[in-house]
């Protein structure tokens, strides 16, 4: 499966954009860029994905890099309730197994 | 909206004893999953179930068995326990086995085992 690298902690201000970074050279193809989240003592939560195409949602932006070996996870407003963990994921497209593959992810913390 | 929801929230075991974790899903969802969670490391899968009637090994699966008792429930068991499987456990679901359904979590059952 396709290696993902990310920082292991970021800061960010309350109120401000966050951009989270995510790097993934040998991604393939088929490979979708999934985001999720684990807010502490909870279970992971579902965040935002995408192939090529940036998309948004009312969580966050992601934006996709054109030659697709790295994406940027955009929260645009930053609020307390966004410190958490987050993964970068890539997950290829294939039937059958649907298992995540988690990495250790990047721990954000927002300043009020 | 339960969600998933996983049972007991906590439970401490001597090594040797054996116990199920119980997971149930209210979104009529067919996949459901079990992951463990060490510190400082992130999410490795147990064992999944892409639909009812099947399981399938994941990443770290010995030690551990599971049932899928019917599309709401997957269990899962530790025959006999050992201070190795100390972890956080998460059960998931998604609607299928279309690989870019969002999975939805459970908020984990924290197990020692002594």
């Known amino acids: 499966d396709a290696k993902t690298t990310q920082p292991n902690s970021m800061e960010s201000n309350e109120e401000e954009p966050v951009h989270l970074p995510c790097n993934h050279s040998?991604?393939?193809?088929?490979?979708?860029i999934h985001w999720y989240r684990q807010l502490p003592s909870q279970g992971p939560e579902y965040v935002i994905h995408?192939?090529?195409s940036n998309v948004n949602n009312r969580m966050a932006s992601l934006a996709i890099a054109e030659d697709r070996k790295s994406s940027t996870l955009i929260l645009h407003r930053a609020t307390l309730r966004d410190a958490a963990v987050y993964y970068c994921?890539?997950?290829?497209?294939?039937?059958?197994?649907?298992?995540?593959?988690f990495g250790t992810g990047t721990r954000l913390t927002v300043i009020p | 909206n339960a969600g998933v929801t996983q049972t007991p929230k906590f439970q401490v075991l001597k090594t040797g004893q054996s116990m199920t974790l119980q997971c149930a899903q209210d979104?009529?969802?067919?996949?459901m999953y079990w992951y463990r969670q060490d510190p400082g490391m992130g999410l490795r899968l147990i064992y999944y179930?892409?639909?009812?009637?099947?399981?399938d090994k994941g990443e770290v699966p010995n030690g551990y068995n599971v049932s899928r008792l019917n599309k709401r429930e997957f269990s899962l068991r530790l025959e006999s326990a050992a201070p190795s499987q100390t972890s956080v456990y998460f059960c998931?679901?998604?609607?299928?086995?279309?690989?870019?359904?969002?999975?939805?979590f459970g908020d984990g059952t924290r197990l020692s085992i002594l």
């Open positions: 994921i890539l997950r290829p497209d294939q039937t059958g197994a649907n298992n995540l593959f």
């Open positions: 998931a679901s998604s609607e299928g086995a279309d690989l870019n359904q969002p999975q939805h």
């Open positions: 179930s892409a639909s009812e009637g099947t399981t």
């Open positions: 979104m009529n969802h067919n996949s």
């Open positions: 040998t991604i393939s193809g088929t490979d979708y």
């Open positions: 995408g192939l090529t």
